[in-house]
């Protein structure tokens, strides 16, 4: 099993490695500016990482919160990365994800944010990501996301969103950015999460698609998004959960793909980064270890497949996307 859940800790929050990557509240130092721009989605990786860990974090939940709410944009009831920064769909779900884990939803204006969401969809029934216009199916996924776990999915016009997301599937089964774009894992994850949201996984090739994804698993036992690509931790996530959500999870090797996942922890701070001997980073992190949660690792909490959340809370929510069994 992975070494330490408090070297993950650390590596999440620095503080006892101050010459290593910083993520912690140093918010003068190089790297923390850098990253602003994913600031509210690298929490929402480190923090759900401690989660499934089961690990209390060093920052108060009042923190993480009150740092969220401030990102929520008053005007359009977006929530941007990080104060100053456009809203965008992406980090709105970063953020309503983070305050359903910690059951606070009600510390932000979520009748804007359903608002802005709303304001997002196309007259073909895509999203786009933001005020600046790009369609991509991640966002289709972002909006259904979000509004289910504010219980306002009502808010859109679920059958042409539906509509939209099944032009973008391909011969081979899987999904694209948008209609003709080639299949790609990261967005077939995001079509499948999507159509579980929608309770209609029925529009699947459910064996064509499972075939492509299990095709992923490569020699070293790690999954590449593409074919005759190189293997990456986050295409564990992105593959096993879609072949989860279809029923298909046993079409891997989860023995190969587990001693894969557990080569590209770092052994030093116990977070993993996308192939053995890379330098790890919060979102590689994350989606190893939900990986190692689908293969069924005791240590890890159980995880939702559709939405990249603890199981508990998804439970607690009363939410029931769909799985084929
Ligand atoms: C280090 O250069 C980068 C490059 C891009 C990004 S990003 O645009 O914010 N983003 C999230 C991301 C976060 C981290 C971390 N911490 C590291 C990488 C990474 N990638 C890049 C990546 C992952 N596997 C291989 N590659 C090249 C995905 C990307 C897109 C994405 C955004 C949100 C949700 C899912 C995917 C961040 C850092
Ligand atoms: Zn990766």
């Not at 005020?131 to 059958?159: H, M, N, P, Y």
């Not at 391909?170 to 949201?197: K, M, Q, T, W």
Request: contains cysteine; negative net charge; glycine residues 8%.
């Amino acid at each position: 099993m992975a070494r330490g859940h408090s070297e993950l800790t650390r590596q999440i929050y620095g503080e006892r490695f101050p010459q290593r990557k910083d993520y912690g509240k140093n918010d003068d130092n190089f790297e923390f500016g850098m990253t602003d721009y994913l600031r509210i989605s690298g929490m929402y990786w480190g923090l759900t990482a401690l989660e499934l860990l089961n690990q209390t974090h060093s920052t108060s939940q009042e923190e993480i919160v009150a740092y969220v709410k401030n990102c929520q944009d008053p005007e359009s009831g977006g929530i941007s990365a990080c104060f100053g920064h456009d809203p965008h769909l992406l980090h709105t779900l970063s953020a309503v994800q983070i305050l359903a884990m910690y059951d606070k939803l009600d510390a932000i204006d979520t009748e804007g944010v359903v608002k802005y969401v709303t304001a997002l969809q196309q007259p073909d029934g895509s999203f786009t990501g933001d005020k600046w216009g790009e369609v991509d199916t991640r966002f289709s996924f972002c909006a259904v996301a979000t509004l289910s776990l504010l219980k306002r999915l009502d808010a859109i016009d679920v059958d042409n969103a539906v509509k939209f997301v099944e032009s973008c599937m391909n011969f081979d089964g899987g999904f694209g950015s948008r209609p003709l774009s080639e299949s790609h894992a990261g967005l077939i994850y995001c079509c499948l999460g999507f159509l579980s949201v929608t309770n209609r996984l029925d529009i699947v090739k459910r064996d064509v698609l499972a075939w492509w994804l299990c095709e992923r698993q490569l020699p070293s036992g790690g999954l590449n998004g593409r074919p005759e690509k190189l293997p990456d931790v986050c295409y564990s996530w992105w593959v096993l959960s879609s072949l989860t959500l279809l029923g298909r999870l046993h079409w891997i090797s989860g023995e190969k793909l587990k001693k894969f996942i557990l080569a590209c922890q770092d052994t030093e701070s116990g977070g993993f980064s996308d192939r053995p001997g890379d330098v790890p980073d919060p979102y590689h992190s994350v989606f190893g270890l939900a990986a190692l949660s689908l293969l069924g690792q005791p240590e890890i909490k159980t995880v939702n497949p559709t939405y990249c959340m603890p199981q508990h809370v998804i439970d607690r929510m009363q939410l029931t996307p769909q799985i084929l069994r």
